[in-house]
């Protein structure tokens, strides 16, 4: 069964909340997950990160007050259409707008609801163009892939024009992490990572995975990498990679700071925080305690 596909264009300009709401509440509970395709050209990565927060904050705020699971997956995709899209797949888009032709017959559902503007974005200083860098590079545990990760990883994939770097933290550096007794093994958020990677790569892309042993990983012996990744909760360790590359003689890379949910910060929203790995693992260590 395919997943149920909403279809919006303008997300930068308007505010989709009331679009999602009705259309989460269509979506069946035997579903697997939900995609997103945005038909519109998105030029930087300030503009992706504003959506992309935007997006997964609306549908899961739904999806959560529907009783879904928080690890009911969903999947954005931007300047490019999914490969895996089938025939007669559910897909669901804003009265008056178009579908891209290159989607195959499905079964288009149309939903009249009003949409509001948004305010107009501020220019950010670090902001990258689209496929502007060719090597990109982001690190994280990836533990129980959530939100949050899919924004890391859809930013890095975004940068760059050709290579992207996926650092994911090995296992001595997680013991004194809570829940470390559930924390999925190496392999498994590897494979997790990257399965969401080659849904949303952009064509002429490759990809690279390297176990984290230290906070730099691979951009301490990387020197072709132009561009780093983090969340607001890693900023400094940005700067830390920059200083031990400078020592190294490496050019020193851009930091692009992704504003993400789940992470282990407060939130005004009191589903947020069940999102990031700590509170996935606590939830699957106490179902496996009872």
């Known amino acids: ?4 596909l909403f279809v919006i264009q303008s997300p930068q300009a308007y505010d989709y909340t009331a679009f999602f709401d009705l259309a989460v509440s269509k979506v069946s509970p035997s579903a697997n997950g939900l995609d997103v395709l945005v038909t519109s050209a998105i030029e930087n990565s300030t ?13 899961r705020a739904k999806l959560v007050a529907l009783k879904f699971p928080y690890t009911f997956p969903i999947d954005v995709y931007v300047n490019r259409v999914p490969k895996t899209v089938a025939h007669n797949t559910p897909v669901f888009h804003l009265d008056g707008e178009t579908v891209p032709e290159e989607l195959p017959n499905m079964n288009l559902i149309s ?5 509001l503007p948004l305010a107009h974005e501020k220019h950010d200083p670090s902001s990258i163009r689209f496929l502007s860098v060719h090597t990109s590079a982001v690190g994280g ?5 959530h939100d949050g990760h899919k924004i890391l990883l859809s930013m890095t994939a975004f940068a760059a024009r050709e290579r992207i770097i996926i650092g994911v933290t090995g296992p001595e550096l997680l013991q004194n ?9 190496l392999d498994v958020r590897v494979k997790n990572a990257c399965k969401f990677l080659q849904k949303i790569m952009y064509p002429g892309q490759m990809y690279e995975v390297y176990e984290m042993k230290d906070v730099c990983g ?7 990498i132009d561009a780093l990744i983090v969340s607001e909760e890693t900023f400094k360790g940005g700067n830390y990679v920059n200083d031990r590359r400078a020592e190294r003689g490496f050019p020193v890379l851009s930091i692009v700071c992704a504003k993400v949910i789940g992470g282990n910060g407060s939130s005004s929203n009191n589903w947020e925080g069940k999102l990031s790995s700590t509170e996935l693992r606590k939830l699957e260590y106490e179902s496996s305690n009872h």
């Open 218 to 224: 691979p951009t301490a012996f990387l020197p072709d």
């Open 47 to 59: 503009q992706l990160n504003i959506l992309l927060s935007a997006i997964y904050t609306q549908i």
């Open 1 to 4: 069964m395919s997943n149920p």
């Open 177 to 185: 992490k809570k829940y470390a007794s559930v924390i999925q093994p």
């Open 141 to 145: 545990t990836f533990d129980h892939l």
């Open 111 to 115: 939903l009249k609801v009003d949409i």
